[in-house]
C-alpha cells in the first residue's frame, strides 16, 4: 500500500493520538491512565491524554542485550524498578547471572537518566487497578511494546489497552497475546516503516518530551473533573 502525500493516513503524530482517540472515548476520565513509550510515543499519547482527561505517564523501556550479541534481546527493564527476561534466550546462550546483572545495571543507569529528564522531578502515577493504555506512534516488530506490557504487569493493572496508529500485521497479531485489548488504526499490508504513514514524522527531542508531559499535567489539573 503506498500512499501519495494527499493520502498519508497521519498528519503528524498529533493527528494520529486525535485519530485514536475518538476510538477509546469508553475510557475517559481519571480512572484510566495513559502511558507512552519515549520519545515517538509521547505527542500521540499527549492527544489521548488530553481527549480522554486522563493523566499521562511516560514509560521508560530498555533493551537488555546479550552479551557479544546486543542487537538480541536477553530481557528488558522499565520504568519503576521492573525487569522481564528471556529465560529461553538465557539458557540458550548460557548467560551466567553476573552478566544479566551487569547489562541490567548499565541499562538501569541510562533509564534512570531518561527520567530524570522527562519527569522533571515528579513522581510517576501508580498503575495498580487502574485501566493502562500503553501509546507508541507505530509498531514494526512490537518488540519494546511487548516488553513494555510484560514489565507494566508486575505493577497490577486492571486492564492493559495497547494504542497505536499503525502496526504491521503480524506485529499487532502477537501483541494481542500479551495484552488485553488492542486499539490499532491501521495494519496494512506493505509495512515497511512507521514514517511512511505521517506526512510530518520528524524526530522528538527529549526537550518536547519533558514540556509535553508538563503541559499534560498541568492541563489535567485545570480540568473540572480532575
Partial sequence: MLFRESQVPFQDRFDAGRQLAS?????????????ALPRGGV???????????????????????APGQEELAMGAIASGGMRVLNQEVIQVLGIAPEQIDSVTARETVELERRERQYRGGREPVNAR?????LVDDGLATGSTMRAAAAALRQCG?????????VAAQVT?????????????LLTPQDFYAVGQFYQDFSPISDGEVREL???AAQELSQHPAA
Fill in 43 to 65: 505527542p500521540v499519547a499527549y492527544e489521548i491524554a488530553r481527549s480522554l482527561a486522563a493523566p499521562l505517564e511516560i514509560f521508560v523501556v530498555r533493551k537488555l542485550g
Fill in 213 to 215: 508531559y508538563r503541559r
Fill in 157 to 165: 493493572p486492571q486492564k492493559i489497552v495497547a494504542a497505536i496508529p
Fill in 23 to 35: 476510538h477509546l472515548e469508553a475510557y475517559a476520565g481519571a480512572a484510566a491512565l495513559v502511558l
Fill in 129 to 133: 487497578g487502574r485501566t493502562v493504555i
Fill in 172 to 184: 499487532c497479531a502477537n501483541l494481542r497475546r500479551v495484552v488485553d485489548e488492542v486499539v490499532c
